[in-house]
């Protein structure tokens, strides 16, 4: 087979190589069972083991305390974007909103659209290429919660430190951030996640809730999308989506034996530090779209060349060696690079080295 070229790939992205080997021989056959995991029952023994198994490994890995339920739902974050307001949102009571770009703006209009919702602090008058001050920011009266985005895969900034909200549950987007540094779970009402970027596949949703605001939660809306409803029925409502979880259960495993989160922290942190270093030691050639450092991405590194067509020129070069999928967002354009937990660190150490290459000779 040729060379696997570095997958810099914004979502679905990089699976680590055991990963996909493993997942790749399951689909012919589970070692245990001698069938694929394609065509095995959600109800069989083997599957309740494989899910079990799952969040049992994200819940040591997140240290996800028993006062939180681990969910695997399906509409992926989108779907969640819709699924806080209808199980939170009742009449005479609002949801804040923080935003801090396209992906956390949507999700307020989708609360919108469902109850009351309203930006707390937006960055959006900066471009969204710096995360807004929330220190003014003050809660209207009837606030039941309070949504972030933990890391902003389009814009590529990233809240170091998570802001809280006192008593209000904190419900945080980490769809693009999920697993790759420690965070405090007790401190969140929600959690949710795509799993596409640091945690598996397309096709699964992971979503950490507190029980007991859980309880509190809207029984008048459709069962399937009570969150109460998939916790009784240990994500078994409906159909799960078998596969995902399987290859997620697979990632958590692979993240493990990595170290654990805290551990892949550090790796993503000297992975970032070489793309921001490239970048602000190019004599003004590449230029951070984000300038301060405590709001820089350590997953979505962007940035831009002198014209759109050395962005261009920049791309496609970087894919002849290899370097795949570095085009930035058409909201934003330049530059992206997306280091996911699974890109390993020499593959951003050859991007570092193209980049010097590349500013040689442009
Ligand atoms: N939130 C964030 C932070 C994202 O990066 C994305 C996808 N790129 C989404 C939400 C939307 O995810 P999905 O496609 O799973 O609905």
């Given at each position: 087979?040729?060379?696997?070229?570095?997958?810099?790939?914004?979502?679905?992205?990089?699976?680590?190589?055991?990963?996909?080997?493993?997942?790749?021989?399951?689909?012919?056959?589970?070692?245990?069972?001698?069938?694929?995991?394609?065509?095995?029952?959600?109800?069989?023994?083997?599957?309740?083991?494989?899910?079990?198994?799952?969040?049992?490994?994200?819940?040591?890995?997140?240290?996800?305390?028993?006062?939180?339920?681990?969910?695997?739902?399906?509409?992926?974050?989108?779907?969640?974007?819709?699924?806080?307001?209808?199980?939170?949102?009742?009449?005479?009571?609002?949801?804040?909103?923080?935003?801090?770009?396209?992906?956390?703006?949507?999700?307020?209009?989708?609360?919108?659209?469902?109850?009351?919702?309203?930006?707390?602090?937006?960055?959006?008058?900066?471009?969204?290429?710096?995360?807004?001050?929330?220190?003014?920011?003050?809660?209207?009266?009837?606030?039941?919660?309070?949504?972030?985005?933990?890391?902003?895969?389009?814009?590529?900034?990233?809240?170091?430190t998570l802001p809280g909200f006192g008593d209000v549950p904190h419900v945080c987007d980490m769809s693009s951030d999920i697993m790759s540094r420690p965070v405090d779970v007790s401190k969140f009402g929600l959690i949710y996640a795509g799993a596409q970027k640091n945690a598996g596949p397309a096709g699964v949703t992971l979503a950490i809730i507190d029980k007991a605001w859980m309880s509190r939660g809207r029984d008048d809306i459709p069962s399937i999308w009570q969150y109460r409803v998939q916790a009784n029925k240990g994500s078994t409502y409906?159909?799960?989506?078998?596969?995902?979880?399987?290859?997620?259960?697979?990632?958590?495993?692979?993240?493990?034996?990595?170290?654990?989160?805290?551990?892949?922290?550090?790796?993503?942190?000297?992975?970032?530090?070489?793309?921001?270093?490239?970048?602000?030691?190019?004599?003004?050639?590449?230029?951070?779209?984000?300038?301060?450092?405590?709001?820089?991405?350590?997953?979505?590194?962007?940035?831009?060349?002198?014209?759109?067509?050395?962005?261009?020129?920049?791309?496609?070069?970087?894919?002849?060696?290899?370097?795949?999928?570095?085009?930035?967002?058409?909201?934003?354009?330049?530059?992206?690079?997306?280091?996911?937990?699974?890109?390993?660190?020499?593959?951003?150490?050859?991007?570092?080295?193209?980049?010097?290459?590349?500013?040689?000779?442009?």
């Amino acid at each position: 087979m040729a060379q696997r070229p570095v997958n810099f790939s914004p979502g679905p992205s990089i699976l680590a190589q055991p990963v996909l080997e493993e997942a790749s021989r399951a689909v012919v056959a589970l070692e245990d069972v001698g069938l694929s995991i394609l065509e095995i029952s959600h109800r069989s023994p083997a599957f309740d083991k494989i899910l079990n198994t799952a969040r049992d490994t994200i819940r040591r890995l997140m240290g996800v305390p028993d006062t939180h339920d681990i969910l695997f739902l399906q509409g992926g974050a989108r779907g969640q974007f819709a699924q806080v307001p209808l199980n939170f949102l009742a009449p005479g009571t609002k949801g804040a909103y923080v935003d801090t770009g396209a992906w956390s703006s949507y999700a307020l209009d989708e609360a919108d659209v469902l109850g009351e919702a309203y930006a707390l602090a937006s960055s959006k008058e900066a471009g969204y290429g710096a995360l807004p001050d929330l220190s003014s920011a003050a809660l209207d009266e009837g606030t039941v919660y309070v949504h972030t985005t933990s890391n902003n895969t389009i814009y590529g900034t990233q809240w170091r430190t998570l802001p809280g909200f006192g008593d209000v549950p904190h419900v945080c987007d980490m769809s693009s951030d999920i697993m790759s540094r420690p965070v405090d779970v007790s401190k969140f009402g929600l959690i949710y996640a795509g799993a596409q970027k640091n945690a598996g596949p397309a096709g699964v949703t992971l979503a950490i809730i507190d029980k007991a605001w859980m309880s509190r939660g809207r029984d008048d809306i459709p069962s399937i999308w009570q969150y109460r409803v998939q916790a009784n029925k240990g994500s078994t409502y409906n159909t799960p989506p078998v596969f995902a979880i399987y290859v997620v259960g697979l990632v958590a495993k692979w993240l493990e034996a990595q170290g654990g989160v805290a551990a892949i922290a550090e790796v993503n942190e000297k992975k970032a530090q070489l793309l921001y270093d490239a970048i602000d030691t190019s004599g003004g050639f590449y230029q951070a779209t984000v300038a301060e450092d405590a709001h820089r991405s350590r997953m979505n590194v962007t940035w831009r060349l002198p014209s759109a067509d050395l962005d261009k020129a920049f791309v496609a070069r970087a894919a002849e060696i290899g370097l795949a999928s570095l085009k930035g967002h058409r909201k934003v354009g330049g530059i992206r690079a997306s280091i996911y937990n699974a890109l390993p660190l020499e593959g951003v150490e050859r991007l570092a080295a193209f980049m010097k290459k590349f500013r040689a000779t442009h």
